[in-house]
Each structure stands twice: as structure tokens, then as C-alpha cells.
């Protein structure tokens, strides 16, 4: 089946632009995080979603970073006023329910973020 | 605070050769313990967590919780096994997230 999917797979943008990255998560899967990865910097955590619950938004950089979840389903990460220290790889990933011996997180190909 | 820390930021080795990969970790409760792989152009995927028990692709770790470590071995690489690995932590209680290191790149020589 379809797995994790996110759009665009490149985005170049001009500091000081707003940009926003969409992550379609495996149908069912109530979790949905949000990460980065940048050069040398491993993968940092921004955001998480669980079903209607609030999301755990303790990984966000700054208030530039903002994210949205939708219906359940997808999410749009948001990053205003962009500057180039933003310049990463954005990784999604969702899994099925709770944390558990089953439960696993299935990453998307992440989106490549430029900032010039 | 949580963290993992991944000692070698490159390793290499010859085709056939024992490989590990070191991981320790800082955290002062119970966590779960993974290894997540990424190969060249494809993306991160879970590789084993500690709770399984189980080999894949010929790869173990086992969490010994006195040196607070989780180090991944494979006593013969193969060229296959050329990839980005990544050692993670989910604390347990509350916080659903996963603290990453800083991941090792392995190369297997031919």
C-alpha cells in the first residue's frame, strides 16, 4: 500500500518567505510527527500529533515554526519569515495507535528545504 | 534530558568483517531503544528495536542497561549494508517522540 507521503520533495525559497511542507500520513495512522534533519545535526524532533488530542509541541525551534493537522489526516508544517539556518530535510512519519510492541513509525521521503 | 549519543560519525570496514556500531544513551527511566537505517536514496526505515529481540538482515543489539548502551553488531558485513544508521530512544510515560543521535555512516569495503 501507499506509504508516507510528503510535497515537495525540493523547495528553494528566499529568506524572509514564507513556506509551507504537506505530509500525507498512511491511512489509520492516528500518529503523525514531524522532524528535522539537518547537515551533521542528526534528526531533531518538532511536533507531534495523536488522534484530537493537543499536539506536543515542544520541538518547535521558534514561534516561526507552526503545524497543523487536519481532520485527522494531513499536515501542514508551516515556517514564517524563513531564515537560512532553516535550510534541512523535513521528515514526516505516522504510525498506527499508541506506542507498543507493534508500533511502529513509517517515515516519508522528507522535503528538502533551501533557504537562500 | 534524553539523549543518544553515536560515537563514530563514519566507519568503515572490509567486506566479511565483524561490524558494531556504538550507541549509548543518557536517560534515567525505562526507554525503548531502536535502530533506524536509511541506504542511499531511499528513506529511514526501522531497522530492530530492543524490545523484539529479534536479528534483521543479520544485524542485533542488545540494551545492556548497566553501560546504558545499545550497540548494533553483525559479525560478517556485506557490501548491502552500505547505509546511514541512526540510534534512537522513545522515553517512556508521556512523551511519544524519538531522540535521535547523530547517526554513523558505514561504508563495507569490497
Known amino acids: 500500500g501507499a506509504g508516507v507521503s510528503q510535497s515537495p520533495s525540493n523547495k528553494v525559497t528566499e529568506k524572509g518567505k514564507d513556506v509551507e511542507l504537506r505530509c500525507d500520513p498512511i491511512s489509520g495512522h492516528t500518529a503523525l510527527y514531524w522532524y528535522r534533519q539537518s547537515l551533521g545535526q542528526g534528526l531533531e524532533f518538532l511536533i507531534y500529533?495523536?488522534?484530537?488530542?493537543?499536539?506536543?509541541k515542544s520541538g518547535l525551534p521558534s514561534d516561526r515554526f507552526s503545524a497543523e493537522r487536519t481532520g485527522g489526516s494531513v499536515s501542514t508544517l508551516t515556517i514564517q519569515r524563513t531564515q537560512q539556518e532553516d535550510s534541512a530535510v523535513y521528515l514526516c512519519?505516522?504510525?498506527?495507535?499508541?506506542?507498543?510492541?507493534?508500533?511502529?513509525?513509517?517515515f516519508g521521503p522528507g522535503t528538502r528545504l533551501t533557504v537562500l | 534530558a534524553q539523549r543518544v549519543t553515536q560515537p563514530e560519525k563514519l566507519l568503515s570496514v572490509f567486506k566479511g568483517a565483524p561490524v558494531e556500531l556504538k550507541c549509548n544513551y543518557s536517560y534515567s527511566g525505562s526507554p525503548e531503544l531502536f535502530w533506524y537505517v536509511q541506504y542511499s536514496r531511499q528513506r529511514l526505515q526501522l531497522l530492530l528495536r530492543h524490545i523484539s529481540r529479534e536479528s534483521i538482515k543479520g544485524f542485533t543489539a542488545d540494551l545492556n542497561k548497566g553501560e546504558t548502551s545499545f550497540h548494533l553488531k553483525k559479525p560478517f558485513a556485506q557490501e548491502e549494508d552500505s547505509a546511514m544508521y541512526y540510534c534512537a530512544l522513545r522515553p517512556s510515560g508521556g512523551a511519544q517522540k524519538l531522540v535521535f543521535g547523530q547517526g554513523t555512516r558505514l561504508t563495507i569495503n569490497p
Open positions: 512519519a505516522s504510525r498506527r495507535g499508541g506506542p507498543g510492541a507493534g508500533s511502529e513509525e513509517f
Open positions: 500529533f495523536q488522534g484530537n488530542s493537543a499536539p506536543d
